[in-house]
């Protein structure tokens, strides 16, 4: 698994940062991490989900909304709306990087923001409460006593999880018009609530009035053992193990396969290898027979790092070649050799004495190839091993004059 730095831009041009947890196998789909209010993308929650959820095949990406964390902007100026456009701002950024996100996992006041914006984005397949209120005018109550004060100077400042915070008038006010029930009896998405009977924050009857007003399908898991921020390690991880069974049911084929790029029925003939695009950057399907894989650049050249880079497929194809050349000739001759294993490395260097060169300095590529052998093997045989490494068709072919022949398809 992996985690990557994300930073987008939200409809103000102010900087969004967020984090990329990748697993390390296949990818089945990608998901977006909603934060509860003035928390941030590194509270346990979703620090804890987010890796439980990578390790389970799912990328997902937890930013801080506008105003908090590490991102640009200032709290005060933002909304229940804005946090919205957020999400919203962070799914396009996945689908023009990576692959459009198929769910949208929101913990407490972030759970109704997903909610909200799920119905904007055609993607999703489903959607995952933690903790989450019905409504989102239900955080007017964490600052009820200054209320009254807000709306009549316009501001004031209020103490959140033992911080203070300037809330205005406008954020008041953004809340109350998301006090309805109406968008989840129009959300037309899979939906999955988890809740704490245990959570003194948002009251479980919370997801009582979210799974009430939803049409199916729709499931509710009991967290019995969970506070409200989940700050037990085993709580987020049982979290994250339901979520993706549950999910893999509402998933298309496509993405589980292939995130990133469309279902293909191509036929391929036997010997012929066709590569495709997965996206407008570096992400390529290749498609052989029998098998399909993936190629991309690292995130730090423009990739999104979804599959070997071009030179490492390069080595690879040699690696392989040479480990099975040197298996199929140790069973021939019967020799005891326990195990192979190839390192290959690829570097240009300088070549001062070239007689073909032009230039007194050339560059030349430089495939560095170490092999080590287990088992009682005497030096003889070891020296022969290595000569046999040579013979292997992949290295026969890098060494001979390549004719490459370039034409446009039919």
């Not at 005018?137 to 600052?143: A, Q, S, Y």
């Not at 391929?268 to 066709?274: A, F, L, N, R, S």
């Not at 009682?376 to 001979?400: F, G, W, Y």
Request: hydrophobic fraction near 40%; aromatic fraction near 6%.
């Amino acid at each position: 698994m992996a985690s990557k730095k994300a930073v987008f831009q939200n409809k103000n041009k102010e900087s969004l940062s967020g984090i990329l947890e990748i697993p390390d196998e296949q990818i089945k789909c990608y998901a977006i991490f909603a934060h509860c209010f003035t928390c941030s993308k590194d509270s346990r929650a979703a620090s804890y989900i987010a890796r439980a959820l990578a390790r389970q095949g799912i990328a997902v990406l937890r930013f801080d909304f506008t105003g908090l964390g590490s991102s640009e902007g200032e709290f005060s100026n933002t909304n229940f709306s804005s946090n919205i456009q957020d999400l919203i701002a962070a799914a396009d950024f996945l689908k023009e990087n990576f692959s459009a996100p198929s769910l949208l996992i929101g913990h407490s006041l972030g759970g109704a923001a997903v909610l909200a914006a799920a119905q904007q984005l055609q993607s999703v397949k489903a959607v995952i409460t933690i903790g989450a209120p019905a409504s989102a005018g239900h955080v007017n109550g964490l600052f009820v006593d200054a209320h009254q004060k807000i709306l009549e100077n316009n501001t004031a400042r209020v103490q959140l999880g033992g911080r203070d915070f300037t809330i205005k008038k406008q954020f008041v006010e953004d809340l109350e018009s998301y006090n309805s029930l109406e968008h989840l009896q129009q959300l037309n998405k899979a939906l999955l609530i988890f809740h704490s009977p245990l959570d003194q924050v948002v009251s479980i009857d919370e997801a009582a009035r979210i799974y009430g007003a939803a049409r199916h399908p729709k499931s509710f898991v009991s967290l019995d053992r969970a506070d409200h921020l989940l700050t037990r390690s085993q709580d987020a991880q049982y979290v994250a193990t339901v979520l993706s069974a549950w999910a893999s049911h509402y998933l298309d084929e496509s993405n589980i396969k292939n995130a990133g790029s469309e279902e293909s029925e191509t036929t391929v003939k036997e010997g012929t290898v066709i590569v495709k695009e997965c996206n407008k950057k570096f992400t390529r399907e290749i498609i052989t027979t029998n098998h399909r894989l993936i190629s991309d650049e690292p995130v730090h050249m423009g990739g999104a790092d979804k599959g070997a880079n071009p030179y490492e497929l390069l080595l690879a194809a040699l690696g392989s070649c040479t480990s099975m050349t040197l298996r199929m000739y140790a069973n021939r001759k019967q020799l005891d050799v326990g195990a192979i294993e190839v390192e290959l490395y690829h570097s240009r260097v300088h070549v001062d004495d070239c007689a073909a060169c032009e230039k007194q300095e050339t560059l030349v590529d430089k495939i560095t190839r170490s092999i080590k052998l287990t088992g009682q093997l005497d030096d003889r045989q070891r020296k022969r091993m290595l000569e046999i490494a040579s013979l292997c068709p992949v290295h026969k072919t890098l060494e001979n004059q390549i004719l490459i022949e370039t034409r446009p398809a039919d």
